[in-house]
């Protein structure tokens, strides 16, 4: 089936980095803008990156924005996303999310929607 | 950015119920307006995308509808399952904004 699944979150120091993993199955993975979705402790969904299907577009949301970075290995079905400068706002469970339909996410902004998401990793930021 | 104001926040109601919730946008989002149903500790599952169309596999008591800057969920018929949380969220354009929620209680 359908699946996505991410690794890489832990407890980190303010100003340190991880790498979060999103691991894709039951789906032709290099077909799909794939998101990372976060949501703090008591706090609401934040969408937070996005990387088109074959990796040329990216955007960001402003907080953080020269920090985060999306990327994404098509021939291992995963994206990554670098969280470095970590502050501890930035605390929350980053869950990956996939576009609707195929060769959505691009440059024109607009997309339908995300239709399958992971359950999440944990990121921490704590002295 | 494009401000999503989801409301009521909470809701109690009963099995069989007829329930609304609805969503504002701060600007004109056209059709780029999808509905999901999260329950704890649980993934988001897509209900509605296009603002009126009917995810595959989703009960036909789920419907939305609206455009522009003005959207509704409706729940015809509320079974237990449905008993969640729910949310908006814009596609239109980036930064892609959620609602804040609804949460759905039995009464």
């Known amino acids: 089936q359908v699946q996505l699944v991410e690794s890489g979150g832990g407890v980190v120091q303010p100003g340190r980095s991880l790498r979060l993993s999103c691991a894709a199955s039951?789906?032709?993975?290099?077909?799909?803008?794939i998101h990372w979705v976060r949501q703090g402790p008591g706090k609401g969904l934040e969408w937070v990156a996005v990387?088109?299907?074959?990796?040329?577009?990216?955007n960001y949301a402003d907080s953080v924005k020269g920090r985060f970075t999306i990327s994404r290995d098509n021939s291992e079905n995963t994206v990554y996303l670098e969280v470095s400068s970590l502050k501890t706002q930035d605390t929350a469970v980053y869950s990956c999310?996939?576009?609707?339909?195929?060769?959505?996410?691009?440059?024109?902004?607009?997309?339908?929607?995300?239709?399958?998401w992971g359950q999440g990793t944990a990121v921490i930021v704590s002295s | 950015d494009i401000q999503m104001t989801q409301s009521p926040s909470s809701l109690s109601a009963s099995v069989g119920d007829r329930v609304t919730i609805t969503c504002r946008a701060s600007q004109n989002i056209n059709k780029y307006l999808t509905w999901s149903q999260q329950k704890p500790g649980k993934a988001p599952q897509l209900l509605i995308y296009a603002a009126s169309n009917l995810e595959s596999g989703v009960p036909s008591r789920f419907s939305g509808s609206g455009s522009g800057t003005e959207f509704t969920l409706t729940i015809s018929g509320l079974q237990p399952e449905d008993f969640a949380t729910y949310f908006c969220?814009?596609?239109?354009?980036?930064?892609?904004?959620f609602g804040q929620g609804t949460k759905l209680e039995i009464k």
């Open positions: 990387i088109s299907d074959d990796g040329v577009y990216k």
């Open positions: 999310a996939k576009d609707r339909f195929p060769h959505t996410s691009s440059h024109f902004g607009y997309f339908y929607g995300l239709d399958v």
């Open positions: 039951g789906f032709t993975f290099s077909n799909y803008g």
């Open positions: 969220h814009q596609s239109h354009s980036p930064p892609y904004t």
